[in-house]
């Protein structure tokens, strides 16, 4: 039997050996034929905590690791290139700068 593999962006790596990975796929409506997108999650088994948020990696089917986890981190693929920090706007000021001015 193949084990299936598929290629997704980390979107939480905050567990121990354990990341989220979202994959994006378009399907077709059977009878409609109109064409959307379908997004779904799997958690990975990550041995050596490589992958962080961000990340284009390669997932591969294995053996239940736990109740959730049937899948294992095969290799990243694209690293990611940094992060968005938002921050609450409060006329340019972070949320810091916007307690001080109160006091």
Do not use: C, W
Request: aromatic share 4%; net charge positive; hydrophobic share 25%.
């Amino acid at each position: 039997m193949a084990r299936r593999t598929l290629i997704g962006v980390v979107t939480s790596a905050k567990r121990d050996k354990t990341i989220t990975v979202t994959v994006t796929s378009r399907e077709t409506h059977p009878l409609y034929g109109k064409q959307y997108t379908v997004t779904r999650k799997y958690t990975a088994h990550d041995e050596t905590n490589e992958a962080g948020e961000g990340d284009k990696v390669q997932i591969e089917e294995a053996r239940p690791i736990s109740k959730t986890k049937s899948f294992t981190l095969v290799k990243v693929i694209e690293k990611s290139r940094g992060s968005i920090k938002l921050k609450d706007e409060v006329s340019g000021e972070t949320k810091e700068e916007a307690k001080e001015d109160d006091k």
